[in-house]
């Protein structure tokens, strides 16, 4: 499993060239397909905050991913959520990736767009952990197992 490489704008409006430009050492990538997905996402945003605190090298991003566009309907969307999502940290850690769905989900080895998916990757694009669905304990334990093995 590897990120793929996509370059893509956040609701802050900086570029990032992915995987390469991820800020931490470690970045958990929260990946979403349905707008009705945001809920699950907010079940693992405390903890991916808390982790950030405890580890310097740790950071999380939250990535609706939607087929390719142009730039007009892209910059519609993107416009529509900066509108729903007003505070500055969380504008940076959204990063809209319009990609040929496709071949991302081949890539990150996901099959279906109904669930949410976590993926652990470092700045090569390598995937580390992998989990699906909102936050429970066991996948918060995996979680946190994993940042401490590999950030430690």
């Known amino acids: 499993m ?5 370059t893509s704008e956040n609701l802050a409006r900086e570029s990032f060239n992915l995987p390469g430009d991820f800020e931490g050492d470690l970045n958990l990538c ?7 997905h945001q809920p699950l996402i907010n079940s ?4 991916a905050r808390q982790l950030e605190e405890a580890h310097p090298g ?10 390719r566009l ?4 892209r910059s519609f969307i993107d416009q529509g959520m900066r509108s729903g999502i007003p505070e500055p940290t969380a504008r940076h850690k959204t990063i809209t990736l319009y990609t040929d769905k496709a071949a991302f989900k081949q890539a990150l080895e ?3 767009e109904e669930e949410i998916y976590l993926r652990l990757v470092d700045r090569e694009g390598a995937v580390h952990w992998h989990a699906s669905g909102a936050l429970t304990k066991e996948a918060a334990d995996g979680l946190a197992e994993a ?3 590999l950030a430690g």
């Open 70 to 73: 142009n730039v007009l309907f």
């Open 30 to 36: 929260l990946i979403a397909f349905q707008r009705w």
């Open 110 to 112: 996901i099959d279906d």
């Open 2 to 6: 590897h990120f793929p490489e996509i």
């Open 147 to 149: 940042v401490e093995q």
């Open 58 to 67: 740790f950071r999380y991003y939250e990535f609706p991913v939607i087929q």
């Open 44 to 47: 693992w945003v405390p903890l």
